[in-house]
Protein backbone atom coordinates (compact mmCIF):
# COMPACT_ATOMS: atom_id res chain seq x y z
CA UNK A 1 0.00 0.00 0.00
CA UNK A 2 3.18 2.48 1.09
CA UNK A 3 4.65 1.46 -2.41
CA UNK A 4 0.85 2.52 -4.11
CA UNK A 5 0.76 5.86 -2.83
CA UNK A 6 4.34 7.31 -3.21
CA UNK A 7 4.17 5.64 -6.62
CA UNK A 8 0.79 8.48 -6.61
CA UNK A 9 2.91 10.96 -5.37
CA UNK A 10 5.38 10.63 -7.43
CA UNK A 11 3.11 10.92 -10.71
CA UNK A 12 1.49 14.08 -9.00
CA UNK A 13 4.79 15.31 -8.63
CA UNK A 14 5.19 15.40 -12.36
CA UNK A 15 2.19 16.00 -13.58
CA UNK A 16 2.48 19.08 -11.31
CA UNK A 17 6.30 19.92 -12.68
CA UNK A 18 5.03 19.54 -16.30
CA UNK A 19 2.17 20.97 -16.06
CA UNK A 20 3.42 24.73 -16.05
CA UNK A 21 4.49 23.78 -19.77
CA UNK A 22 0.99 22.38 -21.31
CA UNK A 23 -1.90 24.02 -20.26
CA UNK A 24 -5.12 25.74 -21.16
CA UNK A 25 -4.41 28.99 -23.15
CA UNK A 26 -4.38 32.05 -20.86
CA UNK A 27 -7.23 34.45 -22.19
CA UNK A 28 -8.72 31.61 -19.71
CA UNK A 29 -7.74 32.56 -17.29
CA UNK A 30 -8.80 35.69 -14.71
CA UNK A 31 -5.63 38.69 -14.83
CA UNK A 32 -4.55 37.44 -11.22
CA UNK A 33 -4.63 33.65 -12.06
CA UNK A 34 -2.71 34.04 -14.95
CA UNK A 35 0.46 36.37 -12.91
CA UNK A 36 0.20 33.88 -10.05
CA UNK A 37 0.50 31.02 -13.13
CA UNK A 38 3.57 32.93 -14.31
CA UNK A 39 5.14 32.67 -11.05
CA UNK A 40 4.46 29.09 -10.81
CA UNK A 41 6.23 28.78 -14.14
CA UNK A 42 9.35 30.77 -13.04
CA UNK A 43 9.74 28.85 -9.66
CA UNK A 44 9.38 24.77 -11.17
CA UNK A 45 12.04 26.17 -13.90
CA UNK A 46 14.52 27.67 -11.38
CA UNK A 47 14.07 24.72 -8.99
CA UNK A 48 14.47 21.96 -11.96
CA UNK A 49 17.52 24.26 -13.12
CA UNK A 50 19.22 24.37 -9.57
CA UNK A 51 18.64 20.53 -9.23
CA UNK A 52 19.73 20.15 -13.14
CA UNK A 53 23.26 21.65 -12.27
CA UNK A 54 23.80 19.59 -9.06
CA UNK A 55 23.22 16.39 -10.71
CA UNK A 56 25.80 17.25 -13.67
CA UNK A 57 23.09 16.55 -16.38
CA UNK A 58 24.26 18.74 -18.58
CA UNK A 59 25.36 17.86 -21.82
CA UNK A 60 27.31 20.03 -25.05
CA UNK A 61 24.12 19.75 -26.90
CA UNK A 62 22.49 21.35 -23.85
CA UNK A 63 25.32 24.31 -24.08
CA UNK A 64 24.50 24.92 -27.33
CA UNK A 65 20.77 25.13 -27.68
CA UNK A 66 20.86 27.69 -24.65
CA UNK A 67 22.85 29.26 -26.52
CA UNK A 68 20.50 30.17 -29.08
CA UNK A 69 18.71 31.91 -26.07
CA UNK A 70 21.27 33.78 -24.71
CA UNK A 71 22.45 35.23 -28.37
CA UNK A 72 18.71 36.23 -28.60
CA UNK A 73 18.65 37.77 -24.97
CA UNK A 74 22.26 39.40 -26.27
CA UNK A 75 20.24 40.76 -29.48
CA UNK A 76 17.45 41.89 -27.60
CA UNK A 77 19.94 44.21 -24.93
CA UNK A 78 21.78 46.09 -27.56
CA UNK A 79 18.56 46.47 -29.82
CA UNK A 80 16.49 47.81 -26.98
CA UNK A 81 13.45 45.01 -27.07
CA UNK A 82 11.38 43.26 -25.04
CA UNK A 83 14.20 42.31 -22.16
CA UNK A 84 11.94 41.11 -19.17
CA UNK A 85 10.08 38.95 -21.62
CA UNK A 86 13.20 37.60 -23.04
CA UNK A 87 14.60 36.95 -19.42
CA UNK A 88 11.53 34.66 -18.98
CA UNK A 89 11.24 33.02 -22.06
CA UNK A 90 14.79 31.78 -21.47
CA UNK A 91 14.58 31.14 -18.21
CA UNK A 92 11.69 28.78 -19.14
CA UNK A 93 13.21 27.38 -22.03
CA UNK A 94 16.32 26.63 -19.82
CA UNK A 95 13.46 25.32 -17.04
CA UNK A 96 11.75 22.75 -19.20
CA UNK A 97 14.83 21.32 -20.53
CA UNK A 98 16.19 20.86 -17.41
CA UNK A 99 13.03 19.50 -15.89
CA UNK A 100 11.88 16.70 -18.80
CA UNK A 101 15.51 15.59 -18.47
CA UNK A 102 15.89 15.18 -14.99
CA UNK A 103 12.38 13.55 -14.35
CA UNK A 104 12.76 11.22 -17.46
CA UNK A 105 16.15 9.74 -16.24
CA UNK A 106 14.63 9.68 -12.37
CA UNK A 107 11.96 7.09 -13.65
CA UNK A 108 11.09 7.16 -17.22
CA UNK A 109 8.58 4.71 -17.29
CA UNK A 110 6.45 6.70 -14.60
CA UNK A 111 7.40 9.86 -16.18
CA UNK A 112 6.26 9.41 -19.51
CA UNK A 113 2.86 7.86 -17.80
CA UNK A 114 2.10 10.91 -16.03
CA UNK A 115 2.92 12.97 -19.43
CA UNK A 116 0.69 11.39 -21.07
CA UNK A 117 -2.39 11.02 -18.70
CA UNK A 118 -2.60 14.76 -18.28
CA UNK A 119 -1.19 15.51 -21.98
CA UNK A 120 -3.66 13.24 -23.71
CA UNK A 121 -6.84 14.02 -21.44
CA UNK A 122 -6.24 17.84 -22.51
CA UNK A 123 -5.23 17.41 -25.36
CA UNK A 124 -8.80 15.39 -26.33
CA UNK A 125 -11.10 17.73 -23.94
CA UNK A 126 -9.12 20.61 -26.79
CA UNK A 127 -10.10 18.71 -29.56
CA UNK A 128 -13.97 18.57 -28.11
CA UNK A 129 -13.77 22.39 -28.11
CA UNK A 130 -13.25 22.42 -31.36
CA UNK A 131 -16.11 20.83 -32.79
CA UNK A 132 -18.04 22.44 -30.39
CA UNK A 133 -16.64 26.66 -30.74
CA UNK A 134 -15.83 26.53 -34.04
CA UNK A 135 -17.31 28.91 -36.51
CA UNK A 136 -16.39 29.13 -39.74
CA UNK A 137 -15.61 32.57 -41.64
CA UNK A 138 -13.68 35.68 -41.97
CA UNK A 139 -14.41 36.68 -38.49
CA UNK A 140 -14.20 33.29 -36.31
CA UNK A 141 -16.19 32.65 -32.80
CA UNK A 142 -14.39 30.82 -29.89
CA UNK A 143 -15.12 29.90 -26.58
CA UNK A 144 -15.85 33.60 -25.47
CA UNK A 145 -17.46 36.12 -27.81
CA UNK A 146 -15.12 38.82 -26.63
CA UNK A 147 -12.02 36.61 -27.09
CA UNK A 148 -12.99 35.27 -30.89
CA UNK A 149 -13.46 38.23 -32.34
CA UNK A 150 -10.76 40.24 -30.13
CA UNK A 151 -9.23 44.03 -30.38
CA UNK A 152 -5.56 43.66 -30.77
CA UNK A 153 -3.33 47.03 -31.11
CA UNK A 154 -6.69 49.23 -32.66
CA UNK A 155 -7.02 46.00 -34.98
CA UNK A 156 -9.51 43.15 -35.33
CA UNK A 157 -8.64 40.12 -36.12
CA UNK A 158 -10.25 36.75 -36.35
CA UNK A 159 -9.25 33.43 -34.94
CA UNK A 160 -10.72 30.56 -32.98
CA UNK A 161 -9.91 30.05 -29.66
CA UNK A 162 -10.34 26.73 -27.57
CA UNK A 163 -9.27 25.26 -24.09
CA UNK A 164 -5.24 25.83 -25.27
CA UNK A 165 -5.51 28.75 -27.80
CA UNK A 166 -6.18 29.02 -31.18
CA UNK A 167 -5.83 25.50 -33.65
CA UNK A 168 -2.05 25.91 -34.82
CA UNK A 169 -1.06 26.64 -31.16
CA UNK A 170 -3.08 23.47 -29.80
CA UNK A 171 -1.91 21.73 -32.88
CA UNK A 172 1.91 22.23 -31.42
CA UNK A 173 1.36 20.96 -28.21
CA UNK A 174 -0.76 17.97 -29.32
CA UNK A 175 1.04 16.55 -32.35
CA UNK A 176 4.15 16.55 -29.36
CA UNK A 177 2.16 14.72 -26.61
CA UNK A 178 0.90 12.28 -29.39
CA UNK A 179 4.73 11.35 -30.81
CA UNK A 180 5.23 11.27 -26.78
CA UNK A 181 2.48 8.68 -26.46
CA UNK A 182 3.36 6.38 -29.15
CA UNK A 183 7.37 6.25 -27.95
CA UNK A 184 5.55 5.00 -24.45
CA UNK A 185 2.81 2.62 -26.01
CA UNK A 186 5.98 1.51 -28.40
CA UNK A 187 8.52 0.80 -25.48
CA UNK A 188 6.58 -0.27 -22.65
CA UNK A 189 3.63 -2.36 -24.32
CA UNK A 190 5.48 -3.34 -27.45
CA UNK A 191 2.60 -1.93 -29.39
CA UNK A 192 -0.35 0.87 -30.05
CA UNK A 193 -3.40 0.71 -28.48
CA UNK A 194 -6.88 1.45 -29.27
CA UNK A 195 -6.88 3.74 -27.25
CA UNK A 196 -3.89 5.54 -28.89
CA UNK A 197 -5.52 4.81 -32.26
CA UNK A 198 -9.24 6.32 -30.69
CA UNK A 199 -7.02 9.77 -29.86
CA UNK A 200 -4.99 9.86 -32.91
CA UNK A 201 -8.87 9.73 -34.88
CA UNK A 202 -10.50 11.60 -32.61
CA UNK A 203 -7.80 14.63 -32.27
CA UNK A 204 -7.24 14.67 -36.01
CA UNK A 205 -10.66 15.10 -37.39
CA UNK A 206 -11.16 17.81 -34.87
CA UNK A 207 -7.98 19.55 -36.70
CA UNK A 208 -9.82 18.90 -40.22
CA UNK A 209 -12.68 20.14 -38.84
CA UNK A 210 -11.76 23.69 -38.21
CA UNK A 211 -9.42 23.35 -41.49
CA UNK A 212 -6.67 24.01 -39.96
CA UNK A 213 -4.02 23.57 -43.35
CA UNK A 214 -0.52 22.88 -41.09
CA UNK A 215 -2.36 20.43 -38.92
CA UNK A 216 -4.32 18.43 -41.21
CA UNK A 217 -0.59 17.96 -43.18
CA UNK A 218 1.06 17.23 -39.67
CA UNK A 219 -1.88 14.30 -38.86
CA UNK A 220 -0.98 12.94 -42.62
CA UNK A 221 2.07 12.51 -42.35
CA UNK A 222 1.98 10.68 -39.00
CA UNK A 223 -0.73 8.50 -40.20
CA UNK A 224 1.99 7.24 -42.11
CA UNK A 225 4.65 7.23 -39.55
CA UNK A 226 1.93 4.58 -37.46
CA UNK A 227 1.19 2.65 -40.75
CA UNK A 228 4.72 2.16 -41.56
CA UNK A 229 6.08 1.37 -37.67
CA UNK A 230 3.24 -1.32 -37.39
CA UNK A 231 4.73 -2.85 -40.60
CA UNK A 232 7.30 -5.99 -40.80
CA UNK A 233 10.66 -5.17 -39.75
CA UNK A 234 12.03 -4.85 -43.56
CA UNK A 235 9.75 -2.13 -44.10
CA UNK A 236 11.18 -0.21 -41.09
CA UNK A 237 14.84 -1.09 -42.71
CA UNK A 238 13.97 0.15 -45.90
CA UNK A 239 12.74 3.90 -44.37
CA UNK A 240 15.42 3.48 -41.94
CA UNK A 241 17.06 6.60 -44.29
CA UNK A 242 14.46 9.08 -42.17
CA UNK A 243 16.77 10.62 -39.93
CA UNK A 244 17.33 13.55 -38.69
CA UNK A 245 19.86 14.73 -41.17
CA UNK A 246 17.37 14.12 -43.90
CA UNK A 247 14.98 15.81 -41.77
CA UNK A 248 16.98 18.79 -41.70
CA UNK A 249 17.90 19.02 -45.28
CA UNK A 250 14.16 18.90 -45.77
CA UNK A 251 13.47 21.63 -43.99
CA UNK A 252 16.13 23.97 -45.28
CA UNK A 253 14.88 22.66 -48.63
CA UNK A 254 10.83 23.12 -47.80
CA UNK A 255 11.93 26.94 -46.64
CA UNK A 256 13.81 27.65 -50.10
CA UNK A 257 11.21 26.28 -52.58
CA UNK A 258 8.40 28.15 -50.35
CA UNK A 259 10.02 31.33 -49.12
CA UNK A 260 13.10 32.20 -51.72
CA UNK A 261 11.36 30.67 -54.95
CA UNK A 262 7.92 31.29 -54.03
CA UNK A 263 6.92 27.97 -55.65
CA UNK A 264 3.49 27.07 -53.65
CA UNK A 265 2.04 26.92 -56.72
CA UNK A 266 2.92 23.41 -57.12
CA UNK A 267 0.54 22.66 -54.02
CA UNK A 268 -2.29 24.99 -55.78
CA UNK A 269 -4.38 21.98 -55.67
CA UNK A 270 -3.83 21.16 -52.07
CA UNK A 271 -3.67 24.81 -50.82
CA UNK A 272 -7.13 26.03 -52.66
CA UNK A 273 -9.19 23.34 -54.03
CA UNK A 274 -8.57 21.22 -51.11
CA UNK A 275 -8.17 23.44 -48.10
CA UNK A 276 -9.43 26.53 -49.38
CA UNK A 277 -6.73 28.85 -48.87
CA UNK A 278 -4.69 31.20 -50.57
CA UNK A 279 -1.63 31.19 -52.54
CA UNK A 280 -0.32 33.58 -50.34
CA UNK A 281 -0.32 30.88 -47.26
CA UNK A 282 -2.96 32.75 -45.28
CA UNK A 283 -0.37 35.81 -45.97
CA UNK A 284 2.29 34.22 -44.63
CA UNK A 285 3.83 34.65 -48.03
CA UNK A 286 3.51 38.58 -47.19
CA UNK A 287 4.30 38.34 -43.86
CA UNK A 288 8.33 36.82 -44.80
CA UNK A 289 8.80 39.45 -47.21
CA UNK A 290 8.60 41.94 -44.12
CA UNK A 291 10.64 39.77 -42.31
CA UNK A 292 13.22 39.56 -45.19
CA UNK A 293 13.53 43.47 -45.25
CA UNK A 294 14.38 43.52 -41.23
CA UNK A 295 16.88 40.45 -41.38
CA UNK A 296 18.63 41.78 -44.58
CA UNK A 297 19.71 45.08 -42.09
CA UNK A 298 20.61 43.00 -39.09
CA UNK A 299 21.60 39.64 -40.61
CA UNK A 300 24.11 38.72 -37.67
CA UNK A 301 22.35 39.43 -34.59
CA UNK A 302 19.17 40.50 -35.47
CA UNK A 303 16.53 42.34 -33.99
CA UNK A 304 16.02 40.69 -30.50
CA UNK A 305 13.03 39.96 -29.13
CA UNK A 306 10.76 42.71 -29.76
CA UNK A 307 7.01 44.15 -28.30
CA UNK A 308 4.16 42.04 -29.78
CA UNK A 309 2.97 45.74 -30.44
CA UNK A 310 6.09 46.67 -32.62
CA UNK A 311 5.98 43.33 -34.64
CA UNK A 312 2.33 43.61 -34.92
CA UNK A 313 3.08 47.31 -36.46
CA UNK A 314 5.20 45.59 -38.99
CA UNK A 315 3.29 42.22 -40.25
CA UNK A 316 -0.12 42.72 -38.78
CA UNK A 317 0.60 39.57 -36.15
CA UNK A 318 3.22 38.95 -33.56
CA UNK A 319 5.73 36.60 -35.19
CA UNK A 320 7.07 35.66 -38.39
CA UNK A 321 5.34 31.90 -38.88
CA UNK A 322 8.41 30.13 -40.28
CA UNK A 323 11.40 28.65 -37.58
CA UNK A 324 14.74 29.87 -40.21
CA UNK A 325 12.65 33.20 -40.35
CA UNK A 326 12.63 33.85 -36.90
CA UNK A 327 15.10 32.25 -35.97
CA UNK A 328 17.45 35.03 -38.05
CA UNK A 329 14.74 37.70 -36.87
CA UNK A 330 14.99 37.85 -33.34
CA UNK A 331 18.92 36.90 -33.47
CA UNK A 332 20.51 36.62 -36.68
CA UNK A 333 22.88 33.78 -38.71
CA UNK A 334 24.90 33.38 -34.96
CA UNK A 335 21.29 32.19 -32.96
CA UNK A 336 20.20 30.60 -36.50
CA UNK A 337 23.95 28.50 -36.52
CA UNK A 338 23.28 27.34 -32.40
CA UNK A 339 20.18 26.00 -32.47
CA UNK A 340 21.05 23.85 -35.16
CA UNK A 341 23.87 23.10 -33.74
CA UNK A 342 21.83 21.94 -30.43
CA UNK A 343 18.82 19.77 -32.73
CA UNK A 344 21.77 17.93 -34.43
CA UNK A 345 24.01 17.45 -31.25
CA UNK A 346 20.67 15.69 -29.54
CA UNK A 347 19.54 13.84 -32.38
CA UNK A 348 23.21 12.76 -33.12
CA UNK A 349 22.67 10.00 -30.28
CA UNK A 350 19.79 8.61 -31.58
CA UNK A 351 22.65 6.11 -32.93
CA UNK A 352 23.27 4.82 -29.66
CA UNK A 353 19.30 3.75 -30.08
CA UNK A 354 18.71 -0.31 -31.17
CA UNK A 355 14.71 0.01 -31.00
CA UNK A 356 14.58 0.65 -34.95
CA UNK A 357 10.37 1.42 -33.87
CA UNK A 358 11.30 3.85 -31.79
CA UNK A 359 14.33 5.25 -33.76
CA UNK A 360 11.73 5.48 -36.58
CA UNK A 361 8.88 7.39 -34.83
CA UNK A 362 11.55 9.91 -32.96
CA UNK A 363 12.94 10.61 -36.56
CA UNK A 364 9.41 10.91 -38.22
CA UNK A 365 8.58 13.07 -35.40
CA UNK A 366 11.36 15.56 -35.63
CA UNK A 367 10.80 15.70 -39.26
CA UNK A 368 7.33 16.69 -39.26
CA UNK A 369 7.68 18.96 -36.34
CA UNK A 370 10.24 21.07 -38.35
CA UNK A 371 8.74 20.57 -41.61
CA UNK A 372 5.20 22.15 -39.96
CA UNK A 373 7.43 24.98 -38.57
CA UNK A 374 8.19 26.28 -41.48
CA UNK A 375 4.47 27.31 -41.86
CA UNK A 376 4.26 28.00 -38.39
CA UNK A 377 6.47 28.79 -35.36
CA UNK A 378 5.91 29.95 -32.15
CA UNK A 379 8.77 30.71 -29.91
CA UNK A 380 7.18 30.77 -26.71
CA UNK A 381 6.28 26.87 -27.08
CA UNK A 382 8.43 24.95 -26.30
CA UNK A 383 7.01 21.77 -25.73
CA UNK A 384 8.29 20.45 -28.95
CA UNK A 385 11.70 20.70 -27.59
CA UNK A 386 10.89 16.99 -25.60
CA UNK A 387 11.20 15.18 -29.61
CA UNK A 388 15.00 16.71 -29.37
CA UNK A 389 15.31 15.29 -25.46
CA UNK A 390 14.07 11.97 -26.41
CA UNK A 391 15.65 11.62 -29.19
CA UNK A 392 18.70 12.00 -26.93
CA UNK A 393 17.65 10.27 -23.93
CA UNK A 394 15.93 7.22 -25.60
CA UNK A 395 18.70 4.77 -24.69
CA UNK A 396 17.79 5.41 -20.98
CA UNK A 397 13.97 4.01 -22.07
CA UNK A 398 15.18 1.58 -24.01
CA UNK A 399 18.34 0.09 -21.09
CA UNK A 400 15.31 0.03 -18.87
CA UNK A 401 12.56 -1.84 -20.75
CA UNK A 402 13.06 -3.32 -24.45
CA UNK A 403 16.36 -4.51 -24.89
Known amino acids: MSSRLSVKKKMLVYILAFMPFLTIASFLMPGIVNKFF ?24 DFIFFSFQVAILFSTVINAGDLTHQIY ?55 RPDVGMRLDYGRRVSGNQYLMGVD ?18 LNYKKKLSKLFYGT ?25 IIL ?39 FEFLIVG ?25 PLFGTGLQTDAYNFALFRVNHVHNVIMELLYEGGF ?23 KILFVLSGGVIVYLLCACLDFYPHIFLPYSLFL ?14
Not at 45 to 59: C, D, E, F, G, P
Not at 173 to 184: A, G, S
Open 38 to 61: RVYVLAVSMLYIAYYIKRQYITRA
Open 89 to 143: RMVTVIGFIAMFKTNLRDDPRLFLKAVCIYGVTLSVLTALTMFIYYVPGEYKGGM
Open 168 to 185: NVSFFYIFTILIIFCVYE
Open 200 to 224: YIFIAAAFVYVRSATAILCFAAGAV
Open 228 to 266: LVNERDFVLKLFSFVNYRLGLFAVVAFFVLIVWLRRQDI
Open 274 to 298: VLGKSMTLTRRTQIWDFALREIVQR
Open 334 to 356: VTLILFIGGVVGYCRELARLKNQ
Open 390 to 403: LCENAHVLSSREIL
